[in-house]
């Protein structure tokens, strides 16, 4: 049985990578480029938009402990993002290029991965399996069609990119090297700024003139990826306890803390550019121009891109999907990545993984039988009596169980995205008070239960892998 996969994003590509691992024949679909976006800039398979960076690798962390998982199951896309790491603190940040070229190269190697690029307007039911994996910048065809399938409306958030600069246009004589609170190897430039300095940047970013909204009926931001006017508009301070704290960034050539700074993160493994770390923005070129150029150290700097702003489009999950990313309606079709509301490239690809690993399951179990729907809202940990073979469920105590339980089972009149957070897994049986100790347990609980659970899916998988 075929499956297919809609959008070659980080999902998309993750579980097309997965399912030809197991043996399973896949058409990849990518509109572009013969259909663009409103911010992708080139048609590479998995190209990183807002940031280059998929967060903390400080062991214990949430985000470490879902790449820890991904990494056991053997993630394509992790292993890419690895070979094209650029230094980064205590985070994993990637070259945006070597990363895209990577997945490009792996998709090229599985013969049973057949590439498409062409705008998919239609979702077929009848024959096969189907992951949408469309991305939050999804078509308008596409998006009807989605619709039409779930029979709901979407909901959307509006996510904004960063700004990039060339780095031979940085004036390295007044910024310096350092990882917040001296975690990494001096991996970020740092642009100082006195409280004068300061007082200026935040006058002229309020002064400045934003993008009109272009019919929009309502900006409305995912809280944690806020554009920088829409922070400062909420303080004067606000910026300062945001993306320009300087809190554990003590500048080594006066042994003291700035008042506010502005961290540039590595683009490329050449270090010839950077972006500036938080500072996503709605404003409009020529005003990004002038405002940015306030910041110590980048009054001439050379812009590679500008910051902008796009809509992210997401379908409401806890309605729609069971826990095996399932449409509780129709059972062949999965949704995988940030349309089925997860937030961060690390968790879109953790979503594509598991999708990619549950539709070569349930393309054996539909060879087999008729097409069944394994419903969690009846069962969270174990399937309906009457299925005897269902895919096993990852265990709600792992990472990536608790973002797929908390996209199925969130409130319906409110979902939102969610990244991966330490509050999405389950305390544990006893108390702990100190904090660090805590988290270790809770990680280490989660890798225990995530190894049984790939066993049970690994020997489930093995009579489906292609000898080649």
Not at 20 to 39: C, I, N, Q
Not at 161 to 182: F, G, L, N, Q
Not at 279 to 295: C, D, M, P, S, T
Not at 372 to 387: C, D, Q, R
Request: hydrophobic share 40%.
């Amino acid at each position: 049985m075929r499956i297919r996969i809609i959008g070659a994003g980080l999902a998309g590509c993750e579980a097309a990578l997965q399912c030809a691992r197991f043996g399973a024949a896949v058409y990849l679909y990518e509109m572009r480029p013969v259909k663009t976006t409103p911010a992708h800039q080139t048609a590479d398979f998995g190209e990183l938009v807002c940031s280059n960076s998929l967060k903390s690798e400080s062991e214990n962390s949430a985000p470490w402990l879902l790449k820890q998982e991904m990494r056991r199951a053997g993630s394509r896309l992790l292993q890419c993002a690895d070979a094209a790491a650029v230094p980064a603190g205590h985070a994993l940040a990637v070259d945006r290029s070597a990363f895209s070229r990577g997945i490009a190269a792996a998709i090229a190697r599985e013969p049973l991965i057949t590439v498409h690029r062409e705008e998919v307007t239609k979702i077929e039911e009848e024959d096969g399996l189907t992951i949408v994996a469309s991305g939050p910048l999804t078509s308008a065809a596409l998006s009807q069609e989605i619709a039409r399938l779930t029979g709901s409306d979407h909901l959307s958030f509006y996510d904004s990119i960063s700004p990039i600069v060339e780095a031979d246009s940085i004036d390295h004589s007044r910024v310096y090297r350092a990882a917040r609170y001296d975690k990494g190897e001096s991996d970020y430039i740092n642009c100082p700024f006195t409280r004068e300095e300061y007082d200026v940047f935040y006058d002229a970013l309020m002064a400045s003139q934003s993008v009109e909204g272009k019919g929009w009926d309502r900006l409305n931001y995912f809280e944690s990826c806020l554009p920088i006017e829409e922070i400062a508009r909420r303080g004067r301070d606000t910026l300062r306890f945001g993306p320009m704290k300087p809190v554990g960034l003590k500048d080594p050539r006066t042994g003291n803390i700035p008042y506010a700074v502005v961290q540039l993160r590595q683009e490329t493994q050449r270090a010839d550019s950077y972006n500036l770390v938080g500072f996503q923005n709605h404003l409009k070129y020529g005003e990004q121009a002038r405002v940015l150029r306030l910041i110590p150290g980048l009054e001439n700097a050379r812009f590679l891109r500008y910051g902008q702003i796009h809509r992210n489009t997401y379908i409401n999950a806890p309605v729609l999907l069971s826990a095996w990313l399932q449409m509780k309606t129709h059972p062949r079709v999965l949704f995988a990545g940030q349309i089925c509301g997860v937030e961060g490239y690390v968790e879109s690809m953790a979503t594509g993984l598991l999708a990619g690993v549950y539709a070569v399951m349930l393309a054996n179990e539909f060879r087999e039988s008729a097409p069944t729907a394994f419903n969690s809202v009846s069962a969270e940990t174990s399937p309906p009596a009457a299925i005897l073979d269902a895919p096993p469920l990852v265990p709600r105590s792992t990472a990536l169980g608790s973002l797929v339980h908390y996209i199925t089972r969130a409130d319906t009149k409110n979902f939102q995205p969610a990244n991966i957070t330490f509050d999405l897994l389950p305390a544990l049986e006893e108390k702990v008070r100190d904090r660090q100790q805590r988290h270790r347990l809770i990680c280490e609980r989660a890798l225990r239960e995530f190894a049984g659970w790939w066993q049970q899916a690994a020997e489930k998988l093995q009579p489906s892998i292609c000898h080649r």
